[in-house]
């Protein structure tokens, strides 16, 4: 079975500077997809990156980028000059085919941006 | 991008009693929707994937009873709580699936706050 976890229960950052979310995921597959999504107060679901395991290249959404180390099993998700708008719930996701493309979940880390 | 839309936003029912819970694809056909509850500051929980014209496939420890799911077009599927108890107080999230090459991107709605007075 796959399991993502995410050890960070919460963090902060600063206004402005740098942080990196970890994930890990347990999987026997080769070709999966991993995802970071964003929940705000409002509690709207909204996809921050996506990350195709058969790419070695890092995924990059503007501000956004991920740290994928396949062999370690490891998805990493960096926040650069951080807003007051990134504060949310934070959750890592694993998804592939032979599991009904079902997304699995991590437990979810609060990042807080303070002013 | 693809909306996803959810109704009601929020609802309170007395015990008891069954709440249907709307979630359609607004802009495109979705052959596949999921229903996920989460607890307050938790992950969310898969509960069951339904897919256009043919039955739900319930998670483990999931009351197929309880939690009826229909999936009648390719733009709505809905969520009945049938005899609504207090501990079915919670937030539902439906996802609506668009294929891609090889996976199914999830879009999701905003969610529905319910309450079991």
């Known amino acids: 079975a796959q399991t993502v976890t995410q050890s960070q229960p919460e963090m902060s950052v600063q206004e402005a500077e740098t942080v990196t979310l970890s994930c890990t995921y347990d999987?026997?597959?080769?070709?999966?997809?991993l995802f970071w999504y964003k929940q705000p107060p409002s509690r709207q679901m909204i996809l921050v990156i996506r990350?195709?395991?058969?790419?070695?290249q890092n995924a990059t959404e503007n501000r956004f980028s991920v740290n994928f180390q396949k062999a370690a099993k490891s998805f990493s998700l960096k926040i650069s000059d951080s807003q007051l708008g990134d504060t949310a719930m934070y959750f890592c996701?694993?998804?592939?085919?032979?599991?009904?493309?079902?997304?699995?979940f991590g437990a979810g880390t609060i990042l807080r941006v303070k002013s | 991008g693809a909306v996803v839309s959810q109704h009601p936003s929020r609802v309170i029912c007395k015990s008891g009693t069954s709440v249907k819970i709307e979630c359609r694809s607004l802009d495109f056909q979705a052959t596949t929707m999921f229903w996920y509850r989460q607890f307050p500051k938790q992950s969310l929980m898969l509960m069951a994937t339904?897919?256009?014209?043919?039955?739900?496939?319930?998670e483990q420890g999931v009351e197929k009873d309880k939690f009826l799911i229909n999936h009648a077009s390719l733009t709505l599927s809905t969520l009945t709580v049938t005899s609504a108890h207090p501990e079915d107080s919670s937030f539902y999230i439906c996802?609506?699936?668009?294929?891609?090459?090889?996976?199914?991107?999830?879009?999701f709605g905003p969610g529905t706050r319910l309450t079991v007075l």
């Open positions: 996802s609506a699936g668009q294929s891609r090459a090889s996976y199914n991107e999830q879009f």
């Open positions: 990350q195709e395991a058969y790419k070695q």
């Open positions: 999987t026997s597959e080769n070709n999966y997809y």
């Open positions: 996701a694993f998804m592939n085919r032979e599991y009904g493309n079902k997304l699995v």
């Open positions: 339904s897919n256009e014209g043919s039955k739900a496939t319930y």
